[in-house]
């Protein structure tokens, strides 16, 4: 039997440390130890099936209880990629976020902004055979947090990406293009390196938007490629 | 050449895409041996992390139409996690080796800016001795970090420490 190619570890400083002390919460859920590197095997080049008639489409976000929600209607839609420029196709994307107003409809936020019985903030599709997906959902506000004094998280939604292998795993935030709030928010910062974290950054894109209904933001995903690193060529 | 999109934290708000349900990877009516896992997880001052996702992913049996190989349960006020699933086979490693039955364990929560992978094996598997993840472990007290227990019948329980005492085995994945 043939080894299973394994992926490529991420690019240099592309991915965020788990112990950045600016983001408070990290102090004492970071591992001391060094994380034990080793030869992926077929537990991490394979991943979950989800058979879609078992994990039903929510790609509209903006009507709840038969309403439309409070906010700025908009339309979230991309591609899912790998490394190595191959679409994802069939794979689950979940998307969860606060209300236009800044507040998650979720017992344990108590921030003093209305909830919107129009708007729960939960979504979930598989993408098409080319790797593309598209949700519409209302601009999510900015909240207070903890953190430091005076922190506010920018605008943002909240994704969950499978791929075809358990090591693809992706969890992440996509913002908002010209957010004040970025260059002062830790999480978004942890990154180190600045272009990396700028693919974060949605783009507004006037093809996307629908005449009269909602804008629309483009956003672009790309999963860790297989095989050993290609040459650069350039 | 794209490089893969940063990870950002899950969030404490999360649940908004938790469906308990999920948590028994046999509800869609696969057939095997069905065991029950649990666990806690628990910060480097040994206070349980309450908004903790728990992830479990399986390569044995194989996921099809009725077996999702995939599960995701939250950690309640103490910290703990519990899962429905197939108890997994032995699966095959690199080259000719053979890995121990184990299940892949993802954990994410707030304060954690990327996701934790590890591992979760069975005590008293005489596979577990020629496992070569296991083997790449020297300490065997750390070892002993990724290898549940029995508690009761089909039952296994496994702690995941973040940081510090007992802090478990976590993959640079
Ligand atoms: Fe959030």
Redesign the interface.
Known sequence: MNDPLPFRPAAKGTQPLHDTPAYGSTSKRHPNAPLLAFAHTLTETTGPRFAPAHFPALADLSVARGKSALGERIIVAGRVMDEDGRAVPNTMVEIWQANAAGRYDHPNDQHDAPLDPHFHGEGRVFTDAEGRYRFTTIKPGAYPWRNHPNAWRPNHIHFSLFGTGFAQRLITQMYFPGDPLLERDPIFLAIPERAARERLIARFDLGLTEPEWALGYRFDFVLRGRGATPMENT | ?????????????????LHPEWADLTR?GAAGEQITLTGRVI???G?P?M?AAV?I???DPP???HF???GRAPADDAGRFRFVTLKPGP?????NAW?AP?L?L?I??????????T?LYFAGDPRNEAD??LG??ADPA?RATLIATPTAAATWHLDIR???AG???????
Not at chain 2, 108 to 117: D, E, M, V, Y
Not at chain 2, 167 to 173: A, G, L
Request: proline share 9%; glycine share 10%.
């Open positions: 050449m794209p490089q893969a999109t940063s990870q950002q934290t899950i969030g404490p708000y999360w649940h908004l895409i869609f910060d480097g001052e206070a992390i908004d992830e992913w399986q390569a996921a099809d139409a999702p190989g995939f699966v095959p490693g690199r080259g890995q184990h892949a993802a994410h929560a707030r304060g954690l800016l990327r996701p934790l992978f591992r070569p993840l790449a472990i750390r973040l940081q510090g802090e478990t085995v976590f993959f640079d994945f």
